[in-house]
């Protein structure tokens, strides 16, 4: 649900947001850098590296053992050189598919600056898709709400984004059946992905628990994975105390946030869903970012995607 606005001239502005509107965001996603953050195992012709062997590959260089490293690809020359295990590395020309998870649950039609977080998610999609398309990666995803979904497997150049832009534009009159939760569409997903992969995860993660790693570790098995945490700047800071109106379009009703204790209980909910994500991001390797309602897309985007090829970790939303 969203405040009422006291004004709208346009009544849908920042709650719907137009297929021409996200094809535009082309331009602006040359600035995004989706290079991986390591060596991957993919299955096709295209610009990216492999770690793993194969027939054809070509050695590249050789660095110090990590854990789960292959043993037979231990560089034997170097290490008794260096005292210190070393692996080889083969470079392999590889296309990488891309999986962009959007969530356009009930919780993300939620916003009181600029636009709902569906909105934000569709654009951040969108972005993030432009910049693969742009890298000549395959591009895929799965896009959700709780009465449709609509799934399409990596395809090269616009072919597979074009659909999943459709979707996140517009309501069609008829589609297979939703997902309940982040967490069943992202079960679904896991049996699509395959190793090698990017997938991207744009959500508010409404319900997330410290329990539901499954799924999140399935995912970064098969290559890198992105959590992206849409939120309202409402979500995070309650406002003045009073009583607000809000709204989902059809129903209405009123937010009480009179008393000091539901307004730190208020707060204490988001705080909670924040740290129980951050956490899970860092038991699997994930990348977290963050992104509001009320800043430009684009720049955030572009800011923690550098982040992640570094040290370093975007700080949780105020």
């Known amino acids: 649900m969203s405040p009422l606005p006291s004004s709208a001239p346009d009544p849908q502005a920042g709650i719907r947001v137009g297929l021409k509107d996200l094809i535009?965001?082309?331009?602006?996603?040359?600035?995004?850098?989706?290079?991986?953050r390591a060596r991957v195992l993919a299955t096709r012709t295209?610009?990216?590296?492999?770690?793993?062997?194969?027939?054809?590959?070509?050695?590249?260089?050789?660095?110090?053992?990590?854990?789960?490293?292959?043993?037979?690809?231990?560089?034997?020359?170097?290490?008794?050189?260096?005292?210190?295990?070393?692996?080889?590395?083969?470079?392999?020309?590889?296309?990488?598919?891309?999986?962009?998870?959007?969530?356009?649950?009930?919780?993300?039609r939620f916003g009181t600056r600029v636009a709902?977080?569906?909105?934000?998610?569709?654009?951040?999609?969108?972005?993030?898709?432009?910049?693969?398309?742009?890298?000549?990666?395959?591009?895929?995803?799965?896009?959700?709400?709780?009465?449709?979904?609509?799934?399409?497997?990596?395809?090269?150049?616009?072919?597979?984004l074009?659909?999943?832009?459709?979707?996140?534009?517009?309501?069609?009159?008829?589609?297979?059946?939703?997902?309940?939760?982040?967490?069943?569409?992202a079960a679904h997903l896991v049996r699509l992905v395959r190793p090698g992969s990017l997938v991207a995860v744009i959500s508010d993660f409404a319900g997330v628990r410290p329990d539901a790693g499954r799924w999140l570790a399935e995912l970064a098995a098969r290559g890198e994975l992105l959590l992206i945490m849409v939120h309202d700047p409402l979500e995070a800071a309650a406002p003045p105390p009073g009583r607000y109106p809000v709204t989902d379009g059809v129903r209405r009703g009123l937010?009480?946030?009179?008393?000091?204790?539901?307004?730190?209980?208020y707060e204490q909910r988001f705080a909670v869903r924040a740290e129980t994500l951050e956490l899970l991001a860092r038991r699997h390797r994930a990348h977290l970012l963050h992104l509001a309602t009320d800043a430009p897309v684009g720049a955030a985007l572009s800011q923690g995607l550098r982040a992640r090829l570094g040290p370093g970790a975007m700080p949780p939303p105020r």
């Open 116 to 160: 709902y977080k569906s909105v934000i998610a569709a654009r951040a999609a969108a972005l993030l898709g432009w910049a693969a398309v742009e890298r000549a990666d395959r591009v895929g995803g799965l896009v959700f709400d709780e009465a449709r979904h609509l799934e399409r497997r990596p395809a090269a150049r616009a072919a597979g």
């Open 162 to 185: 074009l659909s999943l832009l459709e979707r996140l534009s517009e309501l069609p009159a008829a589609g297979v059946r939703g997902h309940a939760s982040l967490g069943e569409a």
């Open 24 to 36: 535009a965001l082309r331009g602006q996603a040359v600035r995004l850098d989706l290079a991986p």
């Open 255 to 265: 937010l009480d946030l009179t008393g000091a204790r539901s307004r730190e209980d």
């Open 46 to 108: 295209g610009g990216h590296l492999s770690r793993f062997r194969g027939r054809g590959m070509e050695f590249d260089e050789s660095r110090v053992y990590q854990p789960g490293d292959d043993p037979r690809n231990m560089d034997w020359r170097v290490t008794a050189r260096t005292g210190t295990p070393h692996v080889k590395l083969f470079r392999e020309e590889r296309e990488r598919p891309v999986w962009l998870l959007v969530d356009q649950g009930p919780t993300m």
